[in-house]
């Protein structure tokens, strides 16, 4: 075992078990949402819907597609998923992954405008906005927004000839598996194209993010003014809003943060000496962002989180209700098979005492 098999070892059964246990909140979202949403949710729950199945995309795409591994000493990902995609698949997959997160994060934004419009007192800007047109129009603009965050990173890649020399290379000095070489994705740290790529993409996530916070914040207080709503309205919302504030934060804890901070690990230590338990942590501190949004969600969405909790209690009541018969039954058989037992018992010993010659002769010599 080299000193990069535990690390692996350890992230990728980590890995595996969060994009398992991501699958099964996001399905049970999904389900909720269809089923538990209120009227006062209107047409949010197409937004948390809509969120849902992309951080059900990418977590499938982290932990099942992709589920890279880390060469010693150079920038090469192996894509050691469940199904082998080919080098070229692998670069396609790798750019996926990026496309889905901003498409989250356009989603995110986009739903902070609408919320935004929902309390504006500008009827024009309400009539434009909540047009179908004007919605169709704005998921075009997420889709060429995560397009072009994809098409980004794919220029950050080596071509294919240049990875075909780099695989080899490392092959012939037994730092990669000959089976590990069929999906590979290299990308090419000290190029121009990807130090201009990763801060325009990182200027662009900051400074859209400060600004839709304080969206949020804005209206936050805005709907508090309201008074056209009820109580029980006013909280929902308020409620949402936070929802949303809260998960655009989580993709600057989740990513940008491990993703500047191992930059700047692997500038101090440089490529080879690097700590691989870094890397690997900072490639789970990313896997862990759509599950943080699936729990926010359950969390912040008081419909979901009482029906969640409802639901707990019947299964654990239910539980509860077949342990309890279980012992019973037990406790009347075992109480049923003890009185035959000891019936048993006593007719062996009566015909045993009477069978006893000592007795009889005792009986005898008394009579006498």
Known sequence: MNDTDLPYSIYSASLSVVSVVDLVLQAYIIFICLRVSTGSMKEYRYFILLSTVLDLCLSSCLGFFMHLHITVGTSCLVHKGL????REGASIVF?????????????????????????????????????HSTTIMLLLLIFVVAMGVAYGISQTLYSSEDTEIIV??????GHL???????????NMLSKTTVIVGAMI???FVSTQAFFLGCGVWIIKKIRRQAVFSAKTKNMH????????????????????????????????????????????????ISLFPLTNAILTLGFVAPYRKYTVKLIRRLLMRNTQV????????TSEWGASDVIRRNEMSVFFIRTRSASPSLMRRRNDFQF
């Open 202 to 204: 990182g200027i662009l």
């Open 177 to 187: 598996h000959e089976s590990d070489s069929i999906s590979v994705s290299c990308i």
């Open 168 to 173: 080899r290379d490392l092959v012939d000095r």
């Open 323 to 330: 342990s309890t018969n279980t012992k019973a039954t037990n």
């Open 95 to 131: 750019s996926l992954a990026f496309f889905i997160g901003a498409a989250i994060i356009a989603a995110q934004d986009y739903c902070i405008l609408y919320r935004m419009t929902l309390v504006s007192n500008n009827r024009k800007i309400k009539d434009v906005f909540l047009r």
């Open 238 to 285: 308020i409620q949402l809003t936070k929802l949303l504030i809260v998960q655009m934060v989580t993709p600057v804890i989740f990513v940008l943060v491990p993703v500047v901070f191992t930059q700047s690990i692997t500038v101090v230590f440089s490529l080879f000496n690097t700590p691989y338990f870094i890397l690997y942590l900072a490639m789970f501190s």
């Open 83 to 86: 199904i082998t995609f080919g």
